[in-house]
């Protein structure tokens, strides 16, 4: 009878005969032997060759069967060596002394081969179960340590990509759990070349690495697109087609993007799929409720993507708050769900927005909600524009191969005026120039600015006083889109001319529309304050360009920048 | 005669396992035996006497002395009961068995040695 895999095993027996008969048994199984006469060479001789089974006699001279057991089972650590007691022991006080030391198994005398052949088998079981159990134990904490790492890792990569932007700013206060990116919220916020704020508040469907690896794409478009300075349009445009090239058909990215607008004091939002926001007073009333009028992010086509943005005023000290479904989406014991009234309530009953955070979180235990660790919060406040702390842009060339004699001028007619922003690839343009670099956020600001007003007031005819207040906002803003729905008719034209001055230089941009005009007399008299949200943008470019002139019965503005 | 001390089907597994060691097992069961004995006669105290009957038990076993092996574990017993009232007489009777034992076994070497 031959064992499938011979196994060392050692013999401890103080008995000549009984050692004798024995190590011939189990020799005869297909073993190899190894004997020992009392425990103290049984313990030398189990440290020296790690035999796989020991059988133990029990009472034995200088070291008995108990103790030598125990340090046995010592030495063997984690791994199981069976220990089979040998005893004719009847009590029952000593077998339970030979369990307690650690045997795992008793064999009586006389000694029966049967038995002691079964016994062996058993015990060899046992020995590679506990085996098996150690290796995969092993195993998945490798594996374990292995995606704990590659988690870390991935975290440290996307917070350099995520805190890049300006969620820093003074104004802005968020709130995220610690690993809610690899529930696949995001949160980005940078500023545009123009001083403007960019800020998306994001949630990948799906949970862990893969919600996460959608995030990536996504704030690189979102940063490379802010910093040229597109608008939300074109950002949003741009995120849809590339999530919805990349990711698979069940995944999409809710969000809410939105510009913040210092100069203009006005956000421009944009919601697909994300809870409601909350435009709230300075005294956190709730003025608005900015609820999803879109698709999610990835989902559709870019020719049937909705890239309709919506503009409200938003005074200094006014606030945004925004979250993600983790919020209103904490459920109870039974399932009740946090929602948006219990919500509102922690709204309305806040009175210092410093701690606003700690009471919605107070709020979400104490409804007894599981805590979920996907909750974003992020509260951002309206400035006054010198409050903006402008962002110091670093230039990789030396500028010395500025071309400083020069002029431009391009036209844009129909359709492309609603969807080609041209401002951009001027303002990409002008930044070769050294001595205009510094002044880039405010060519930006001034371009958009007539650029916006030869569309909307001058091609659109759209009348600025409708944006009085925020109903006003929305209607205005409505009839733009209606209006650029439409077949367009009429132009944008605009002409850039550099030339060299002494040690610098001077740019002079005009913008010409095809439009009827305005009465450019009227604006002269009127002051900052009654021309308020209606003012055709003149206020913010006189603030910002010295010298801007509006010509051909307000046809035509021209703005001159010196350095 | 033989059949009173020595069981027979424990013998003969002995040889099969033992092949060519048997002899080996004889002579060494019987060396091993004069030791216990020497112990069982000069044992000091209770536990010594104890360990000797219980050693001296499973060998026997082992070797198909029943009625050795009997004899030894009533000494083990009455030494655990602390009752060592007639234990000399006990002692004898184990020398007597043993002496039977003995020639059993040496006959069985003086068999096979021939063989």
């Given amino acids: 009878m031959s064992a499938d895999q011979p196994l060392t095993v050692l ?12 190590a011939q048994i189990v020799r005869r199984q297909g073993h190899e032997v190894v004997t020992a006469e009392n425990g103290e060479q049984a313990v030398a001789l189990f440290a020296e060759r790690r035999p ?16 030598a057991a125990r340090r046995i089972k010592a030495l063997a650590g984690e791994a199981l060596v069976p220990i089979i007691f040998l005893t004719s022991l009847n009590e029952e006080e000593g077998l339970v002394r030979c369990l307690e030391a650690g045997g795992d198994d008793f064999m009586a005398k006389p000694y029966s081969a049967v038995i002691l052949a079964a016994k062996i088998r058993a015990m060899d079981r046992l020995r590679r179960l506990q085996a098996t159990v150690l290796e995969q134990r092993d195993q998945i904490a490798r594996h374990h340590h292995h995606l704990l790492n590659e988690q870390r890792v991935a975290k440290a990569v996307f917070d350099k990509v995520a805190h890049s932007g300006c969620l820093g700013a003074s104004n802005i206060r968020y709130l995220q759990s610690p690993y809610a990116l690899f529930n696949g919220d995001l949160l980005l916020a940078a500023f545009t070349p123009s001083g403007d704020m960019h800020v998306l508040l994001g949630d990948f469907t799906g949970h862990g690495l893969p919600a996460a690896v959608g995030a990536m794409p996504l704030a690189e478009v979102f940063y490379g697109m802010t910093a040229k300075g597109y608008g939300l349009v074109e950002t949003l445009r741009e995120m849809n087609a590339k999530l919805k090239r990349i990711l698979p058909v069940d995944m999409f990215c809710c969000a809410l993007l939105l510009n913040l607008s210092f100069q203009r004091e006005t956000v421009e939002l944009w919601n697909g799929g994300m809870p409601d926001g909350y435009r709230l007073s300075a005294q956190g009333e709730v003025l608005e409720v900015l609820p999803s009028r879109h698709l999610p992010l990835g989902i559709l086509p870019p020719e049937q993507f909705d890239d309709t943005t919506e ?27 946090f929602g948006v009234e219990r919500l509102l309530e922690v709204l309305a009953a806040n009175r210092d927005p410093a701690v606003l955070f700690d009471e919605v979180m107070q709020a979400l235990a104490g409804f007894g909600g599981q805590s979920r660790d996907d909750i974003s919060l992020c509260d951002i406040r309206m400035l006054p524009p010198d409050h903006v702390v402008p962002q110091a842009v670093v230039y990789s060339d030396s500028g010395r191969s500025s071309p400083l004699d020069w002029s431009m001028q391009f036209e844009l007619r129909g359709e492309s005026l609603g969807r080609f922003n041209p401002v951009p690839y001027l303002v990409q343009l002008l930044q070769e120039i050294h001595g205009l670099r510094p002044s880039s956020g405010k060519l930006h600001s001034v371009l958009s600015e007539l650029y916006s007003n030869a569309l909307e007031h001058g091609v659109l005819g759209l009348d600025s006083a409708l944006k009085r207040d925020a109903e006003g906002f929305a209607e205005y803003y409505r009839q733009r889109a209606e209006r650029l729905g439409r077949q367009v008719h009429g132009s944008v034209g605009i002409a850039l001319r550099v030339e060299p001055q002494g040690a610098g230089g001077r740019l002079i941009i005009e913008v010409r529309d095809s439009g009827a005009g305005f009465d450019v007399e009227r604006l002269s008299v009127a002051t900052p304050v009654e021309q308020g949200f209606s003012g055709r943008g003149v206020s913010l470019v006189r603030r910002l360009a010295g010298n801007a002139q509006w010509l051909e019965g307000g046809r035509l503005a021209r703005v001159e920048f010196q350095w | 005669m033989a059949d ?19 002899l080996q097992l004889l002579e060494t069961f019987l060396e091993d035996s004069e030791r216990r004995l020497n112990q069982l006669h000069e044992a000091k105290d209770a536990d010594e006497l104890g360990l000797a009957a219980h050693s001296f038990k499973g060998s026997s076993s082992n070797m198909g002395a029943v009625g050795l092996a009997e004899l030894c574990q009533q000494l083990e017993e009455r030494v655990r009961q602390q009752s060592l009232y007639g234990i000399e007489d006990l002692i004898n009777r184990i020398d007597q068995e043993y002496l039977e034992v003995q020639r059993f076994y040496r006959g069985e070497r003086q068999r096979i040695a021939a063989e």
Avoid at chain 1, 11 to 22: K, Q, S, T, W
Avoid at chain 1, 52 to 67: I, R, S, T, Y
Avoid at chain 1, 313 to 337: H, I, M
């Fill in chain 1, 11 to 22: 013999v401890a027996e103080d008995g000549a005969a009984d050692r004798l008969l024995l």
């Fill in chain 1, 52 to 67: 796989q089974l020991v059988l133990l006699d029990a009472l034995m001279p200088v070291m008995d069967g108990f103790e």
């Fill in chain 1, 311 to 337: 503009v409200r005023p938003l005074a200094a000290g006014e606030r945004l708050f925004l979250l993600s479904d983790g919020v209103v989406d904490t459920g109870d014991a039974r399932e009740c769900l």
């Fill in chain 2, 4 to 22: 009173m001390h020595i069981d027979q089907k424990v013998l003969s597994d002995l040889r099969e396992v033992m092949e060519d060691g048997y």
